[in-house]
């Protein structure tokens, strides 16, 4: 399974790399922000998405939507991972239509978790 990791932070898109290894992903693909995000959906054979919220350009709650409102990517598979914690983001994010949500920190157990919950539902 391929993963794209989306978020503006380096070291973020690091560490969910490192966490999705240790838990035997290791088709990782990056974007930076969500616009970078949708170019990379065209050209890489993605199966998963895992996206910040806060980034520059295009954020991921604007990407979520783009990406749902591409017929050829709506029902991708979008695990949101973020520092906004509020229920109201969560909601938010949630009639986005992402398919979880995890609030940073968390631990690649917590990833495993998040990402087998969402695989059950597809």
Do not use: C, H
């Not at 990379?40 to 980034?55: A, G, P, Q, R, S």
């Not at 949630?94 to 597809?122: C, G, H, S």
């Amino acid at each position: 399974m391929k993963f794209l990791v989306v978020d503006d932070s380096q070291t973020m898109r690091r560490i969910v790399n490192n966490a999705l290894k240790s838990i035997g992903y290791d088709e990782i693909i990056e974007a930076e922000d969500g616009k970078d995000a949708m170019a990379k959906l065209y050209i890489e054979n993605v199966n998963f998405v895992i996206t910040d919220w806060n980034m520059p350009v295009m954020n991921g709650l604007e990407f979520t939507k783009a990406v749902r409102a591409d017929e050829q990517f709506g029902n991708m598979p979008i695990l949101m991972v973020t520092t906004r914690g509020m229920k109201e983001d969560v909601m938010e994010a949630l009639q986005a239509r992402v398919n979880n949500y995890v609030v940073k920190p968390f631990t690649p157990q917590v990833l495993k978790e998040k990402i087998e919950q969402i695989m059950k539902t597809l």
